[in-house]
């Protein structure tokens, strides 16, 4: 599941910051490099899987959301809150230096404090039109939890029993 698009970098920060970070070949720049910010929402939600992945199973079913059409459609998109990271963490990459005091550095901050309380249990993913957007991993390997398995006991027959000699 892609968690964030240009689209929505674009409409968080603003086509003119974007030009800005991306098209530095071109004084004055001119264009948002559509690529450059893919690469780094691929990144950010390399980062964002990495912390999700501890507590949901990836990929992310995503939010249920009903379409307003005729059959009762439904699409799924990402969880608002992973958008919103995503994008932030995105916009930090694509900044080559920053201050501490930046606004795109404390945003940062926060996304990774945010991810850190998911991945502890003590923030779950909401989905604004109810549901979760994926399984829960629960007690299973992936999570480093006890996994306890049944098998049936088989019967051991002679003719089995011969055709390991």
């Given at each position: 599941m892609?968690?964030?698009?240009v689209?929505?970098m674009?409409k ?6 974007l030009?800005h ?6 004084i004055p720049?001119?264009?948002i490099?559509?690529?450059n910010?893919e690469?780094k929402?691929?990144?950010?939600a390399?980062?964002v899987?990495?912390?999700?992945g501890?507590?949901y ?10 379409v307003?059409a ?8 990402p ?6 990271i ?5 916009r930090?990459?694509l900044?080559?230096d920053?201050?501490p005091?930046?606004?795109v550095y ?6 990774v ?10 923030a779950?993913?909401?989905?604004p039109?109810g549901g979760s957007?994926g399984?829960l991993?629960?007690s299973?390997a ?5 996994v306890e ?5 088989r019967?051991i ?9």
């Amino acid at each position: 599941m892609t968690y964030a698009s240009v689209d929505d970098m674009v409409k968080r920060f603003g086509e003119m910051e974007l030009i800005h970070l991306t098209d530095a070949a071109n004084i004055p720049p001119s264009a948002i490099d559509t690529g450059n910010v893919e690469v780094k929402l691929a990144d950010a939600a390399a980062f964002v899987d990495g912390y999700v992945g501890q507590v949901y199973r990836l990929p992310l079913r995503g939010c249920a959301k009903p379409v307003a059409a005729p059959g009762g459609a439904i699409e799924y998109e990402p969880p608002p809150v992973l958008t919103r990271i995503v994008c932030d963490l995105a916009r930090y990459y694509l900044h080559d230096d920053l201050a501490p005091e930046h606004e795109v550095y404390r945003r940062y901050l926060a996304a990774v404090k945010e991810l850190e309380a998911i991945a502890a249990g003590k923030a779950l993913l909401a989905c604004p039109w109810g549901g979760s957007p994926g399984e829960l991993l629960g007690s299973d390997a992936q999570s480093g939890q006890l996994v306890e398995y049944e098998f049936a006991p088989r019967a051991i027959t002679a003719e089995v029993a011969g055709s390991y000699r």
